[in-house]
């Protein structure tokens, strides 16, 4: 049966979790993305930006941000990797683009995962592969409503609790098994998130622009 693939960033690497139309589920993880997209998948989404302007905000990111608030970062541009610190990009930014338009240090901080993501991204690909923001899909899942903080073990409860029911029920085993892996509580539990978007997404943010590359920009949930 087609398996459907979510992954997220950690901190040495990526990591993934897959689930099948009858429900079988599991995770794996690597320091590259490249191991975890040769799995089996009918379609992927990952919780990266996937599609870069040279300036400005993405339309994508100010719709999903309007939904369910700063946990959409702003400022996923194509140059990011040219400065040497985020106090260089945001005076840059602000020069160019005026005051407030930089970027944050939760995104400066994934730059990388970004670039890591923007090097194996094509308009081809982009028809298995797309970009999905966990917030969005929890929103969604919960009947279009706001969740506690991820941080808070309410948060936390709420977001397990949708995925056990969407089929991920082996999700509290799992997140005792990660200890020693670097993975994340939160990554795992996003990356379950992104495949449930990739076996069940029909819904989407933004997509009328395109990057200079030709990569739809777009947040599917």
């Known amino acids: 049966m087609p398996n459907y693939l979510g992954l997220d960033g950690f901190r040495f690497g990526w990591v993934a979790a897959w689930i099948d139309e009858h429900g079988d589920h599991g995770f794996d993880y690597s320091p590259g ?3 975890l997209l040769a799995m089996p998948h009918a379609r992927a989404m990952i919780d990266m930006p996937i599609g870069l302007k040279p300036s400005g905000y993405r339309i994508c990111d100010l719709r999903a941000r309007a939904l369910v608030g700063a946990a959409v970062f702003l400022g996923a541009r194509r140059d990011l990797w040219k400065f040497p610190d985020m106090a260089t990009a945001n005076r840059h930014y602000w020069e160019h683009e005026g005051k407030g338009k930089g970027v944050s240090a939760q995104l400066w901080n994934i730059r990388d995962k970004i670039r890591d993501v923007d090097e194996i991204m094509t308009p081809a690909r982009q ?3 797309g ?3 966990p917030e969005l899909i929890f929103w969604n899942l919960a009947g279009r409503a706001r969740l506690a903080k991820k941080t808070s ?3 936390r409860e709420q977001r ?3 995925l056990e ?3 991920f029920t082996r999700l509290p085993k799992w997140l005792t098994q990660r200890h020693g892996t670097g993975i ?3 990554d795992l539990i996003d990356a379950c998130a992104c495949a449930i978007a990739a ?4 819904q989407r943010v933004g997509g009328e622009e395109t990057d200079p590359r030709g990569l739809r920009m777009e947040i599917n949930y």
Request: proline share 0%.
């Open 160 to 162: 397990i609790a949708l």
């Open 153 to 155: 073990s309410e948060g």
């Open 184 to 186: 994340g509580r939160d």
């Open 165 to 167: 029911r969407c089929g």
């Open 33 to 35: 993305l490249t191991r």
């Open 127 to 129: 028809a298995k592969i």
């Open 131 to 133: 970009e999905a923001h």
């Open 199 to 202: 076996r069940d997404s029909k």
